[in-house]
């Protein structure tokens, strides 16, 4: 299929540069030769756990953009899964308030319904998947690559996985499944769902989603470590002091606080989207943009690193604020769906090393928390003071700040003249805000980028085994320690940057927060 007949243009406004990024991604996974999709080939695309909230408000939305803009073959069908009883027409009802379509969409939206089905069965049932495979042939005969998204609790993983095996391999063409974090709780758990997936499937048929490693700003720190020139020569120990990798959010648990403690901060962030940031920052760099090679180079970063130990980190768990509005006044364990007197921290701060020639000394910190001031993802590089100074301590630390969320950005902190006639020092920045950069530019959804690459086979921002296990390896001493020890969390106020211990480690590993600058957009001046 060519370009043209595979990729069709779409006018809406900012809708080219979308459809061009994601042209550049399935480019990317290419080898010599080859069309973006086979045209013959029908896909079905069956998510199972149709009727929860992961497939309505993320899974069913991407497919629809993707489908909207033409990204994924034209002789795709949708296949919906799970035990309710629901007519497409209820899955719709369900979906729509997260679809955004958009005034001139609305034929291409019946369209993408019409090519969606679903079929009501139980996980645990070998017939009930026996059922499904006899659908997808019906639908779209042997010949047909089939792609599997488990929207699903890891605790019907095993035997999904299982019958999906046994009944639901495509015949023809390729079978691959994506399966959602958590990938375990600990080494031993992670270990055991590895060896049950890899007696099923070959490595490549499996797809680990951390929907953070389809982010922009996360995808874009390979190109700006290894396309420029500039970063290159001081991206290490003697010019860098300290490596932050930030993820805050400015609400609490909202009522599923039961869901949140049985796995905890660590295991819901930091095990994940902050050791995958962390290792883009690190690594080498690899021989080429494969999958492989650049997985290969994630995994040298985490076999540097030691286990983490409750000396390494601070753990926090928010309170309420008398004087806050709304649900600010509530703290953890006003939650009713929190058991009584937890201990699950809320918010935790950890620093590492990485014990290589590039990085030795080098402190690595990684912070996490709910409830805090702002929402906020972002690496922040700070480099060490500038040698002889001659401007009597005015000079502060530059930094290059690489923003995640909201608001994509790549800034560099760097020291000015202040205006006019005095010789004054001021802070301000080298600015690349993608809002202003880029206006009217819009950029993909990290689930359109990730299930665009299940589609052509990259698996260059999905989790490999290896990779997984050493991330356990690291973290799984630290959350054993946790659960067994039950250490008190710091208490800190709804609102608040933390508990105020976690400044102190920041001082205390080489990271210098002076308080004095505030970030404002371009749009804001």
């Avoid at 990729?7 to 991604?25: C, F, I, K, P, W």
């Avoid at 033409?70 to 035990?83: A, D, K, M, Q």
């Amino acid at each position: 299929m060519s370009e043209s007949s595979s990729l069709v243009r779409n006018e809406s406004s900012g809708a080219d540069v979308m459809l061009t990024l994601l042209r550049q991604s399935l480019k990317s996974c290419q080898t010599p030769g080859e069309t973006y999709f086979e045209a013959s080939m029908p896909h079905i695309f069956v998510v199972l756990g149709a009727s929860g909230d992961l497939a309505r408000k993320k899974i069913y939305p991407t497919l629809w953009w993707l489908y909207r803009d033409r990204l994924i073959p034209e002789n795709t069908l949708f296949l919906g899964y799970s035990r309710s009883l629901l007519t497409v027409g209820q899955l719709e009802e369900r979906c729509n308030m997260y679809m955004k379509v958009k005034e001139g969409e609305e034929e291409r939206y019946k369209s993408f319904w019409k090519v969606n089905y679903y079929i009501q069965g139980s996980y645990e049932t070998r017939r009930d998947f026996e059922l499904m495979a006899q659908e997808m042939t019906k639908l779209a005969s042997f010949r047909a690559n089939r792609i599997f998204y488990l929207a699903l609790p890891p605790s019907v993983f095993d035997v999904v996985t299982s019958n999906l095996k046994g009944c639901c391999m495509a015949p023809q063409g390729w079978t691959r499944v994506i399966i959602e974090k958590p990938f375990g709780k600990d080494s031993d758990s992670s270990a055991k769902l590895t060896s049950h997936l890899s007696g099923l499937f070959l490595e490549e048929e499996i797809y680990r989603i951390d929907h953070y490693l389809g982010k922009e700003m996360v995808q874009n720190l390979m190109t700006l470590r290894f396309g420029n020139r500039l970063f290159g020569p001081t991206w290490n120990r003697d010019n860098i002091a300290s490596v932050f990798v930030s993820f805050k959010e400015p609400f609490g648990t909202q009522g599923r606080g039961g869901y949140f403690d049985e796995f905890g901060i660590i295991r819901d962030v930091m095990q994940n989207h902050l050791l995958q940031i962390l290792c883009l920052v690190a690594m080498e760099k690899p021989c080429s943009t494969s999958a492989d090679d650049i997985r290969d180079e994630k995994v040298k970063v985490l076999k540097c690193m030691r286990a983490l130990d409750l000396d390494d980190v601070v753990l926090g768990q928010y309170v309420g604020d008398p004087e806050g509005e709304g649900d600010a006044k509530d703290g953890y364990l006003d939650d009713p769906t929190v058991p009584q007197g937890s201990a699950t921290p809320t918010y935790a701060l950890a620093v590492t090393t990485i014990h290589n020639e590039r990085w030795e000394g080098v402190p690595f910190i990684l912070r996490c928390g709910k409830a805090l001031n702002e929402r906020k993802a972002e690496v922040r590089i700070q480099y060490r003071e500038v040698a002889g100074d001659i401007f009597h301590n005015q000079s502060k630390r530059n930094e290059l700040v690489i923003r995640v969320q909201p608001g994509e950005a790549i800034y560099c902190k760097v020291m000015t003249k202040t205006p006019g006639m005095s010789f004054g020092l001021e802070e301000t920045e080298l600015d690349l805000t993608y809002g202003e950069r880029y206006r009217g530019a819009k950029l993909p959804d990290a689930y359109e980028r990730l299930i665009l690459d299940v589609f052509c086979g990259s698996q260059m921002h999905f989790v490999r085994s290896d990779e997984l296990a050493e991330a356990w390896r690291i973290f799984t001493p630290l959350l054993h320690k946790i659960e067994q020890e039950k250490p008190q969390p710091i208490p800190y106020k709804y609102g608040s940057r933390g508990p105020d211990e976690a400044d102190k480690k920041l001082a205390e590993n080489n990271f210098l927060y002076y308080g004095s600058y505030k970030w404002t957009k371009p749009s804001q001046l």
